[in-house]
């Protein structure tokens, strides 16, 4: 980050490694760059490396920080109380392993909102929180700046949503089973507009304008976590390949 002189503005350091910005932990933003992941994994030393950073965010007692009002109980470098942070659970996705996605969101939303009058942990921020959660709940993730959705596992066994106006989209979830501790939410297979699905995610007009003429989305659930998707990683529209010289491409 750099102030209107150019001079290099380095955050306040929080722990050895991690130094607090505007908000958020330099750590943080290194994954908040959703129009082109495929140049993060890259720069954090492929997929490997990547996930391994990944995890270790979510790892409790590595934040180094009190986050106040704005992260009651959390104390992982991740804070999903804060919008910087809101795809970053989703984010295995970009690794074909959308099973850790799912894991790791539901235990965020299991461990931080509540059925109770103080129910979010932090600033709702004009709903933001509330919409993170319905998100999560409805099965998908919307990725900012791109028409693309992730998908991930509904909280529903049957549920209609309208969308375009006055479109209908159903989302129904066959095999959920997740009451008293179980763990029957992992995706085995999905089908959307009829079409058996072979990736995690999808835009608005697939499957013949799925978010804009309606339709329906299957997703199979289980308790086994399985690698289903076999097509694609998500897309980085942002990403560009540049010449550094000494003919070697970034």
Request: glycine share 10%.
């Amino acid at each position: 980050m750099r102030a209107t002189k150019g001079q290099l503005l380095v955050g306040k350091p929080i722990s050895r490694s991690v130094y607090a910005i505007h908000t958020k932990t330099d750590t943080e933003y290194s994954f908040v760059i959703p129009h082109d992941m495929s140049r993060v994994i890259t720069l954090m030393g492929g997929p490997a490396h990547f996930e391994t950073r990944l995890d270790y965010i979510f790892q409790p007692n590595t934040s180094g920080v009190d986050l106040g009002v704005n992260g009651l109980g959390i104390t992982t470098i991740n804070n999903v109380a804060n919008e910087p942070d809101f795809q970053t659970p989703y984010l295995y996705n970009y690794l074909n392993k959308q099973w850790k996605s799912v894991e790791r969101s539901r235990q965020l939303a299991n461990d931080f909102y509540f059925n109770t009058t103080n129910g979010i942990p932090g600033n709702s921020d004009a709903g933001a929180l509330n919409c993170w959660l319905v998100w999560q709940m409805l099965g998908l993730y919307p990725v900012v700046t791109t028409p693309v959705y992730l998908l991930e596992s509904p909280w529903f066994n049957d549920i209609n949503m309208t969308v375009n106006h006055d479109k209908t989209l159903r989302i129904r979830a066959e095999g959920l089973d997740d009451g008293d501790g179980r763990q029957g939410y992992y995706v085995q297979s999905v089908r959307i507009n009829g079409v058996e699905w072979d990736r995690n995610w999808f835009e608005h007009e697939d499957a013949d304008g799925i978010m804009t003429r309606g339709g329906e989305i299957l997703f199979r659930l289980g308790q086994k976590r399985v690698v289903w998707e076999t097509g694609d990683v998500p897309p980085s529209p942002g990403h560009q390949v540049v010449d550094v010289g000494q003919g070697a491409q970034l």
